[in-house]
């Protein structure tokens, strides 16, 4: 299974940004598929997930009312839409699915996750 992030860039305080995910390879069995991010001189932190079956959505707390994560149709396809960007939300953005044996009160957690993407830059200027 591999991911593939994109739609990452510059953009000014407020202003919005799509990042997606494409994922390939063989039949993904993930339960949940959720963004991460990692700015420099910090660990990398839980953003968004969603369960996979029925859709369910759960945020961070920072990014809650903001940002938006949804999937296609197909389920192949992880999208990302943060609107009202702010300075503090820059890093580098990686999407992520687990193996299938998450139970929700671990979804957040980074090492839930087995495959992950290669990570796009988001770099918000004040």
């Known amino acids: 299974v591999q991911l593939q992030a994109s739609g990452g860039g510059l953009v000014q305080a407020g202003g919005s940004l799509r990042l997606s995910c494409a994922v390939s390879g063989r039949t993904l069995s993930s339960r949940f598929m959720g963004w991460f991010r990692q700015a420099p001189g910090k660990e990398r932190e839980f953003v968004a997930t969603?369960?996979?079956?029925?859709?369910?959505?759960y945020y961070a707390d920072s990014v809650k009312g903001r940002f938006t994560i949804s999937r296609d149709n197909t389920g192949n396809t992880l999208y990302l839409m943060m609107n009202s960007l702010k300075p503090e939300d820059t890093a580098v953005y990686y999407c992520a699915a687990d193996s299938g044996s998450t139970i929700l009160s671990e979804a957040r957690k980074s090492t839930r996750y087995t495959y992950w993407g290669q990570g796009t830059q988001v770099t918000v200027s004040s």
């Open positions: 969603l369960r996979r079956a029925g859709g369910n959505t």
